[in-house]
C-alpha cells in the first residue's frame, strides 16, 4: 500500500470512458485520460497518476490543440508557449506582440484575432521539433493563406541572407 504525504493510504483506480482521469499537470483545464493507473488520498484528496510516456502524450496534446477548428483560448496559448520553453516576453517577440498584450492573451482578457492565431500556430509547428506536425501544418498552408483576405497590402520587406532589404511591391 502506498501512502500520501499526509501518511494516509492511497487507493489506486484506473481511469475509464465513464470516469476518466483529470490531467491537471497538463496545464489545461479541459484534458481527461482514460486507461491510466491513478492514486487518491482519501484523506485530503491528494492525486497522483502513472503517466507511460509523459513526453509522448505531451506533444499529443500540443498537435491536437493546433491542429484543431477554431479560435485557441489563452490557456492553450500558454500550453503551447511553455512546451517551447519560452518566456512569454520572448514568445511575445517572436510573433511581435508586446509582452503586455501577449499577457492579455494568455489570460483571455484580450481576445485572439485569427491572423495571431494563426502565427502562434505556425510558429509552435516551426519551432516544436515534432516534424509530423509540421507535415500536418503544410499541408493545409495554402488553405490558411487563403483565408486571409480583405487585407490591401501596400509592401513587404524582406531581409535576405546577407542582410540586405528587399522591398516587393504588389502588381498593378
Given at each position: 500500500?502506498i501512502?500520501c504525504?499526509?501518511n494516509?493510504?492511497?487507493?489506486?483506480?484506473?481511469?475509464?470512458?465513464n470516469?476518466?482521469?483529470?490531467?491537471?499537470?497538463?496545464?489545461?483545464?479541459?484534458v481527461?485520460l482514460?486507461?491510466?493507473?491513478?492514486w487518491v488520498c482519501?484523506?485530503?484528496?491528494?492525486?497522483?497518476?502513472e503517466?507511460?510516456a509523459?513526453?509522448?502524450l505531451m506533444?499529443m496534446i500540443a498537435?491536437?490543440?493546433?491542429?484543431?477548428p477554431?479560435?485557441?483560448?489563452g490557456?492553450?496559448i500558454r500550453?503551447?508557449r511553455?512546451?517551447?520553453?519560452?518566456k512569454a516576453?520572448d514568445?511575445?517577440?517572436?510573433?511581435?506582440?508586446?509582452?503586455?498584450?501577449?499577457?492579455?492573451?494568455e489570460?483571455g482578457?484580450?481576445?485572439l484575432?485569427?491572423a495571431t492565431?494563426k502565427?502562434?500556430r505556425?510558429?509552435y509547428?516551426?519551432l516544436?521539433?515534432n516534424k509530423?506536425?509540421?507535415?500536418r501544418l503544410?499541408a493545409?498552408?495554402?488553405q490558411?493563406?487563403?483565408?486571409?483576405h480583405?487585407?490591401?497590402?501596400?509592401?513587404i520587406?524582406l531581409?535576405s541572407?546577407?542582410?540586405?532589404?528587399?522591398?516587393?511591391?504588389p502588381?498593378?
Amino acid at each position: 500500500m502506498i501512502n500520501c504525504h499526509c501518511n494516509k493510504p492511497l487507493r489506486q483506480y484506473t481511469a475509464t470512458r465513464n470516469k476518466p482521469y483529470r490531467f491537471v499537470d497538463s496545464g489545461l483545464p479541459n484534458v481527461y485520460l482514460v486507461g491510466v493507473k491513478y492514486w487518491v488520498c482519501q484523506e485530503c484528496g491528494a492525486q497522483a497518476a502513472e503517466i507511460p510516456a509523459p513526453e509522448v502524450l505531451m506533444n499529443m496534446i500540443a498537435e491536437a490543440i493546433v491542429m484543431r477548428p477554431g479560435i485557441l483560448c489563452g490557456a492553450e496559448i500558454r500550453f503551447l508557449r511553455k512546451r517551447m520553453g519560452k518566456k512569454a516576453a520572448d514568445f511575445a517577440e517572436l510573433i511581435n506582440n508586446t509582452p503586455e498584450h501577449f499577457s492579455k492573451l494568455e489570460t483571455g482578457s484580450l481576445p485572439l484575432k485569427e491572423a495571431t492565431d494563426k502565427l502562434i500556430r505556425l510558429t509552435y509547428g516551426m519551432l516544436s521539433g515534432n516534424k509530423d506536425l509540421l507535415m500536418r501544418l503544410s499541408a493545409g498552408i495554402e488553405q490558411w493563406l487563403k483565408s486571409i483576405h480583405g487585407k490591401k497590402i501596400q509592401s513587404i520587406k524582406l531581409k535576405s541572407r546577407n542582410n540586405d532589404w528587399v522591398e516587393l511591391k504588389p502588381a498593378v
